[in-house]
């Protein structure tokens, strides 16, 4: 099979520009999509706005690709009463969902950080569930300067 140079370039070119547009082009989760996986995390719950629940996130990420965010939740880890589950989201990422996390009364403590891609300037909101049925929710705004998401 006998390919020219020139072939080669405009196939290679064409392929890259599809992959760039299609990748351009996807859909993103709306703020919809994050109530719902609020709901169904919440298990029909009623949900408290700040509370115990700390949320932690820059107003201005310079770069999407690795925006920090932490939280912590002020609770006795008792065996009786502690935190479960602590969820992060982000609105207008192609899936809103970034990561959950568990606890038990021997963590001592509900606190985590981590990393995650942020599309474009969006909410990020974080859930916390005890074990005693209470629900806490926060949302900061996070301005991002370069998206991370490929959208």
């Not at 072939?7 to 290679?12: E, K």
């Not at 719902?36 to 719950?45: N, V, W, Y």
């Not at 920090?68 to 990422?93: H, K, T």
Request: some cysteine; glycine content about 8%; aromatic content about 6%.
């Amino acid at each position: 099979m006998n390919i020219s140079r020139r072939t080669l370039l405009c196939s290679s070119a064409a392929a890259a520009a599809t992959a760039f547009f299609g990748l351009a082009g996807r859909a993103v989760a709306s703020v919809e999509d994050v109530e719902k996986l609020i709901t169904e995390f919440a298990s029909g719950g009623t949900i408290e706005s700040g509370g115990a629940l700390q949320l932690k996130t820059p107003e201005i990420a310079e770069n999407g690709n690795s925006v920090p965010v932490s939280f912590s939740v002020d609770s006795p880890m008792s065996e009786e009463d502690y935190v479960e589950s602590v969820m992060i989201m982000a609105s207008d990422n192609p899936s809103p969902d970034v990561a959950t996390f568990h606890f038990t009364p021997d963590s001592g403590i509900a606190k985590a950080s981590t990393r995650m891609r942020l599309a474009r300037t969006q909410d990020v909101f974080a859930v916390a569930k005890t074990s005693t049925g209470k629900l806490f929710k926060v949302s900061n705004n996070v301005k991002v300067t370069i998206g991370g998401c490929g959208g």
